[in-house]
């Protein structure tokens, strides 16, 4: 079978690696096999070069970057190779949009490439990317190409487990009664200037607690986004000081409203029954975060602990007994399994494979932008 042709858009982070988190597209690649790297496109290419080097140096996998190019553009990469799929991985301010050079998503699916494509999808406020998202939609219904989202979450072991009772609960004829999310990343080291202002990384719901609200959305179904509500800790607040942020991120020139909130508690009603509520946090130092995920319903608790971490558990106290079950997951790699099901749609054309399509993230996305309104509605500066 010959091998599968992919493209990087993007040579940062959520591709190659950084010191923070243990996100990296390009390490899963080299353990699926059957894979080629052909390009990487960035604008930045001494970061694309050094993205590539390390690869091979770390790796000694040469041969599936033999025939590796570095391009300055996607839209030349993807017209000079023959590509069955990439991997986009762009600040969020540069895709998403119909503005001419913004628009990378669509030309691949305009080519029939294969797209896995990180979130957020967008930074366009929701009522303009509508349009963005019918246009994609139309293309893909003519080019039939895959468009996998990067909610890796959805392909947890863990995660497949609560899916599991959650069937169980719905053939009982219940259904969820509430979801309790909590996000806490750790921000000292962090390294992307453009993450700490608000215009250009959407806010850290739309950018981060995200993967939670998508898991909300998943698990328990649609929130009703007129029933949302949300409070902010803002930077200018006594209790917003993060005294840890790297000085190369020069917080000081970005203004009160557009610097990241602290923290936000936000909850909200689901369409069909049950209430969610999410908090998220920037106020830990170091890199490790601090996450988990509650389900309830009628005779059932389940507890999702800490799956950004390579063992996660998940607790489950079910029916009549009172003692909890533990479900470990040691070395769950959730981003290795959203890459082997986007490889394994592109070489078999299957796209029930992937766990979150470009519409289904679309909801997401509506989900995000509506918490971060009902938060700035009550934001006073
Ligand atoms: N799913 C996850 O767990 C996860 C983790 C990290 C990041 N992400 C997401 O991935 C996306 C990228 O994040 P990152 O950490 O890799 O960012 P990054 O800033 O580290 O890298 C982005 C790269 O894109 C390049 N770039 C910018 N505009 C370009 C263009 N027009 N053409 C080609 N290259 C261009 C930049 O030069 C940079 O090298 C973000 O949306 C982020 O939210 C997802």
Same mark, same amino acid.
């Given at each position: ?20 988190? @243990? ?13 080629? *790297?052909?390009? %990487? ?5 001494? #970061? ?15 041969? %599936?970057?033999?025939?590796? !190019? ?7 990469? %993807?017209?000079?190779? !023959? ?16 503005? !001419?050079?913004?628009? %990378? ?8 490439? =294969?797209?896995?494509?990180? !979130?957020?999808? $967008? ?41 599991? &009772? ?23 080291? @962090? ?8 215009? $250009? ?10 993967? &939670? ?14 029933? *949302? @509500? ?5 930077? +200018? ?10 000085? =190369? *991120? ?29 908090? =998220? ?10 996450? $988990? ?9 389940? +507890?999702?602990?800490?799956?950004? #971490? ?31 099901? &986007?490889?394994?749609? *592109? ?35």
């Amino acid at each position: 079978m010959a091998n599968v042709r992919i493209g990087f858009i993007g040579a940062g982070g959520v591709n190659f690696g950084s010191n923070v988190g @243990s996100w990296n597209h390009a390490s899963r690649l080299e353990q699926i096999g059957g894979v080629e *790297i052909v390009g %990487i496109a960035d604008i930045d290419t001494t #970061r694309a070069e050094r993205a590539l080097a390390e690869r091979k140096r770390a790796t000694n996998a040469t041969s %599936i970057y033999a025939n590796c !190019k570095i391009y300055s553009s996607a839209e030349d990469m %993807i017209e000079r190779e !023959k590509l069955d799929g990439v991997f986009v991985g762009l600040p969020p301010g540069c895709h998403g949009s119909l503005v !001419k050079g913004l628009d %990378i998503e669509l030309a691949c699916v305009k080519a029939g490439i =294969h797209t896995f494509i990180e !979130k957020p999808l $967008s930074l366009v406020p929701p009522e303009n990317f509508v349009d963005f998202a019918r246009t994609l939609a139309a293309e893909q219904a003519k080019s039939n190409a895959i468009v996998s989202v990067g909610y890796m979450f959805r392909y947890h072991p863990a995660v497949v487990k609560m899916k599991e &009772f959650i069937t169980e609960l719905h053939s009982a004829g219940k259904r969820v009664m509430c979801v309790n999310a909590r996000y806490n990343c750790a921000y000292s080291e @962090s390294t992307k200037p453009h993450w700490w202002n608000v215009r $250009s990384s959407g806010g850290p719901i739309i950018e981060q607690a995200t993967h &939670f609200c998508d898991l909300a959305r998943y698990l328990a179904g649609e929130p009703n986004l007129g029933t *949302i @509500s949300a409070l902010n800790v803002n930077a +200018s607040e006594p209790s917003g000081k993060l005294s840890h942020i790297g000085e =190369h *991120i020069r917080e000081d020139e970005i203004r009160d409203e557009l610097r990241m909130p602290r923290a936000t508690s936000a909850h909200w009603k689901f369409e069909r029954n049950g209430i969610g509520s999410l908090m =998220h946090g920037i106020s830990l130092l170091g890199t490790s975060y601090e996450t $988990s995920f509650d389900v309830w319903a009628d005779g059932l608790r389940m +507890s999702l602990i800490e799956p950004y #971490r390579s063992t996660c558990e998940l607790r489950v106290r079910s029916g009549k007994s009172e003692s909890e079950r533990v479900f470990t997951f040691e070395d769950a790699d959730a981003y290795l399994e959203e890459d082997k099901a &986007f490889i394994e749609a *592109i070489r078999t054309g299957n796209h029930s494979l992937i766990k979150c399509p470009y519409y289904d993230a679309v909801k997401t996305y509506d989900f995000t932008w509506a918490i971060r309104r009902a938060g700035e509605e009550n934001d006073c500066f």
